[in-house]
T-cell receptor, first 113, second 114 residues
Framework: EDQVTQSPEALRLQEGESSSLNCSYT??????LFWYRQDPGKGPEFLFT???AGEEKEKERLKATLTKKESFLHITAPKPEDSATYLC??????????????FGKGTKLSVIP | DARVTQTPRHKVTEMGQEVTMRCQPI?????VFWYRQTMMQGLELLAY????????DSGMPKDRFSAEMPDATLATLKIQPSEPRDSAVYFC????????????FGQGTRLTVV
């Protein structure tokens, strides 16, 4: 069974204070690792997909990296508008049943002005 | 601006009543997911479809939940009878079929069963 663990559960940062969110996973045959952002009362918004260890992707102040056991979401010089819950998900296995996403419980990020 | 549309956005119902939630996936996406989100459990997969055929519904309580895709533009999730423990936000997501399916989520239906 695929498992995803995110840490910390909550993170408070001062505006401009860089940090990283962690996503540890166990999966049978990783097909993809996904990062989403979720604002209160909204659905998760897709950010990145990573496919193999060593891969990195960037979008504005966010950079996602992937190893064989975990992924990091680095936030550089965050702004208050980066406040949200960040969700990590994995897609694994093979065959027709492998296209589901298994999500972690998320990290709630608060950026204080 | 392509997006997944869910209706209703909010639903309050009494225990024992039937609840139907609807989802219009993004045009051209042939994989549709239903997720449930609670504070305790986070996002849990209930069911998903490919080309309108159910591929996995093992996350659903079969005695009360059912999911269907009558056509490519409509997916439904029905609960009958509803119970207070079903209170949650239900999300529909869609994605293109391929090696890796990125899922795009709707805004969700917040269900409260009293």
């Amino acid at each position: 069974e695929d498992q995803v663990t995110q840490s910390p559960e909550a993170l408070r940062l001062q505006e401009g204070e860089s940090s990283s969110l962690n996503c540890s996973y166990t999966v049978s045959g990783l097909r993809g690792l996904f990062w989403y952002r979720q604002d209160p009362g909204k659905g998760p918004e897709f950010l990145f997909t990573l496919y193999s260890a060593g891969e990195e992707k960037e979008k504005e102040r966010l950079k996602a990296t992937l190893t064989k056991k975990e992924s990091f979401l680095h936030i550089t010089a965050p702004k208050p508008e980066d406040s949200a819950t960040y969700l990590c998900a994995v897609q694994g296995g093979s065959g027709a049943g492998s296209y589901q996403l298994t999500f972690g419980k998320g990290t709630k990020l608060s950026v204080i002005p | 601006d392509a997006r997944v549309t869910q209706t209703p956005r909010h639903k309050v119902t009494e225990m024992g009543q039937e609840v139907t939630m609807r989802c219009q996936p993004i045009l051209g996406h042939n994989t549709v997911f239903w997720y449930r989100q609670t504070m305790m459990q986070g996002l849990e997969l209930l069911a998903y479809f490919r080309n309108r055929a159910p591929l996995d519904d093992s996350g659903m309580p079969k005695d009360r939940f059912s999911a269907e895709m009558p056509d490519a533009t409509l997916a439904t999730l029905k609960i009958q009878p509803s119970e207070p423990r079903d209170s949650a936000v239900y999300f529909c997501a869609s994605g293109p079929w391929g090696r890796n399916t990125e899922a795009f989520f709707g805004q969700g239906t917040r269900l409260t069963v009293v």
